[in-house]
């Protein structure tokens, strides 16, 4: 899930609303725990079933330690802090000490009560925002408007090594000539005094209202670091400081963390003296909770059975802002221009073959019987949780192989050799290779029941290397566009804000197949234009970017996801509803009402 942009994850963070500014990735391809706001669609039923807050009424102890198990068959990056990660994992670290600056309500945008404030000019251009007075550092110094300011203009930093460089970031005033060195300030960002900063816009954007980047940098750690090299340096990743209600006080990187209260917390000191968190392979998350081994995990869909859940735990539940997808290689990132660049004799590059291979996709039958319902078919990029922009009416790529195998027919994949596999238009053999995450139990079950589908219809579909592929690796190897991978299964965490374009746009380096398209451009451009405070217009922009998405198929949208977070009993005041409150202050609440976890 933080600021801007973030990247694929594998599973999306407990406290989604700590993440509420962020566009995440999610390692899918295969497992992944959830998180969304209720809706009466079908597609994302809340079914009520389970609470969104803890039930304990118990008299609370004094203090205590929580155990927070991250539920991955891999370690967690260590790349801690939000301007530089791209992994849900390190997110999942870094909500305990680095949250979002601004507060939102159930309807994503922002508002007060977090540690800053957002105002905006009557025409919309200038935004500023009030960082709170008691905010600062966990080392003792003041959060300050320098520091927000610096986040920006270290992201802007053409050595800049991160993902977040995107529209967002362009539209400030100055950030462009900023970023090709032909200045070297960002004239649009002014630091008013030591706790308020404005930002000017090119172009009046509706995104900001929920979207804002919301995570300063600490100038005084990071100013004398270059800038190429501030992702690797020790303030990243052996000892990183935030602003949160808890600290680091010891690291095993990859493996665990311990945090103590920050008792300097702007809102006061945490009501836990601390969070011990581990990495907990998915394949005894239940295990482990039956034994009170961790207290709190976000739990994978796939592990969900009522019938044998541990007795000693409540389960909170809460759709997820997110959807898995399956991706096409269409070109490569190219990072002198800054843009991606679509390869016309890319394997994938026939449309018909991409629509052919969502049609054959039988995403209800994966949802009900891999995920136990927890998961259900997508129809759409815009997910049902953003109720005004989501278009019900499309239909996406409902399972209907014999339509795949008619599109493959008439685009001239036909089976020349009797083989049972089609070749390719110039009589060529055809094997597609497909990039999978590992993970839980499913990762195996769910490639190998979409490659089933493929098969069906004729395609010759082959995990890339014969394997799953690790979550780091994976997402090197998506990133760098590797030449061997054709097609990939991974997800998004949207984040809170509608706006697709850090993850379709011409300049977003999020857009791993490389997608472009001069209606595309229109129509993202579109979204964030000043006619697009009209809501209604917006909302219309949008239905034609969905439709076009789906007809151009660079992805299919295959799952919508309901999240589970898995917390022992003795675990009182924990609400993971959308607009419940400010990301740090509900981890500061969290209370226990016994010195020991119940055990069942």
């Not at 967690?76 to 999942?92: K, M, Q, R, T, W």
């Not at 891999?370 to 499309?394: E, K, N, Q, V, W």
């Not at 999020?510 to 979204?527: I, V």
Request: aromatic share 12%; charged share 25%; glycine share 8%.
């Amino acid at each position: 899930m933080m600021g801007s942009k973030k990247r694929s994850f594998k599973t999306l963070s407990i406290l989604m609303i700590a993440l509420v500014l962020v566009l995440s990735a999610c390692s899918k391809g295969t497992p992944a725990a959830d998180t969304t706001t209720p809706q009466t669609n079908e597609a994302t039923k809340d079914t009520g079933k389970f609470p969104k807050a803890a039930t304990n009424q118990n008299a609370a102890i004094q203090g205590g330690t929580m155990n927070y198990g991250l539920v991955s068959d891999t370690p967690f990056e260590g790349i801690l802090n939000p301007v530089f990660y791209s992994g849900n994992p390190d997110a999942d670290v870094m909500q305990f000490f680095y949250p979002s600056l601004f507060n939102a309500d159930a309807s994503f945008n922002i508002k007060d009560g977090g540690a800053a404030t957002l105002s905006f000019s009557e025409d919309n251009k200038t935004a500023t925002v009030k960082i709170d007075d008691k905010l600062n550092w966990s080392d003792g110094n003041p959060v300050t408007a320098e520091d927000y300011a610096f986040a920006f203009e270290v992201i802007g930093d053409p050595d800049y090594d991160g993902v977040r460089y995107d529209s967002t970031f362009t539209n400030i005033v100055g950030m462009e000539d900023y970023h090709a060195k032909k200045a070297k300030t960002i004239s649009g960002i002014k630091v008013v005094n030591d706790k308020e900063l404005q930002i000017s816009f090119i172009n009046p954007d509706p995104s900001i209202k929920a979207g804002l980047w919301s995570y300063p940098l600490e100038k005084k750690v990071f100013g004398s670091i270059p800038v190429a090299k501030m992702s690797s340096s020790d303030p990243v990743r052996k000892n990183p400081v935030g602003y949160g209600p808890f600290k680091i006080k010891s690291m095993v990187t990859g493996e665990s963390v311990q945090f103590e209260a920050n008792k300097d917390y702007f809102h006061g000191a945490p009501k836990l003296d601390g969070i011990n968190l581990k990495v907990v392979n998915p394949n005894v998350v239940v295990e482990s909770l039956r034994s009170g081994d961790v207290d709190m995990v976000s739990f994978p869909a796939s592990y969900y059975d009522e019938k044998t859940l541990p007795t000693n735990i409540e389960m909170l539940g809460i759709q997820d802002l997110a959807y898995s997808y399956l991706g096409f290689k269409l070109g490569k990132w190219d990072k002198s221009k800054g843009e991606n660049v679509m390869n016309p004799d890319a394997k994938m590059a026939n449309k018909a073959l991409r629509q052919a291979m969502g049609y054959a996709m039988n995403n209800a039958q994966v949802g009900e019987q891999l995920y136990h319902g927890l998961r259900t078919a997508a129809s759409s990029l815009i997910i049902p949780a953003f109720a005004d922009y989501y278009d019900p009416s499309i239909k996406g790529y409902t399972y209907d192989p014999e339509k795949a195998k008619q599109l493959l027919d008439q685009a001239g994949y036909v089976d020349k050799d009797g083989d049972g596999f089609r070749e390719d238009p110039k009589g060529n053999k055809l094997v597609i290779n497909f990039a999978a995450m590992s993970g839980d139990s499913v990762a195996e079950p769910l490639a190998q029941f979409y490659i089933q589908n493929w098969k069906d219809v004729g395609l010759n579909v082959q995990l890339l290397d014969g394997r799953l592929q690790e979550f780091n690796s994976f997402y090197d190897r998506i990133e760098k566009d590797d030449p061997d991978v054709d097609i990939f299964s991974a997800a998004w965490g949207t984040g809170t804000d509608v706006n697709p374009a850090g993850l379709y746009g011409r300049t977003a380096q999020f857009d791993y197949s490389r997608y472009t398209s001069d209606e595309n451009d229109k129509l993202l451009k579109e979204g964030v234009s000043e006619k697009a405070f009209d809501n209604a217009y917006r909302k219309d922009v949008y239905k034609q970017w969905q439709e076009l998405m789906i007809e151009d198929a660079p992805v299919i949208p295959t799952l919508y996801r309901y999240g589970l977070t898995a917390i022992n009993k003795r675990i009182k005041n924990f609400d993971i509803s959308y607009g419940s409150g400010y990301a740090g202050d509900a981890l500061a609440g969290i209370e226990l009402t016994a010195d020991k976890p119940v055990t069942q």
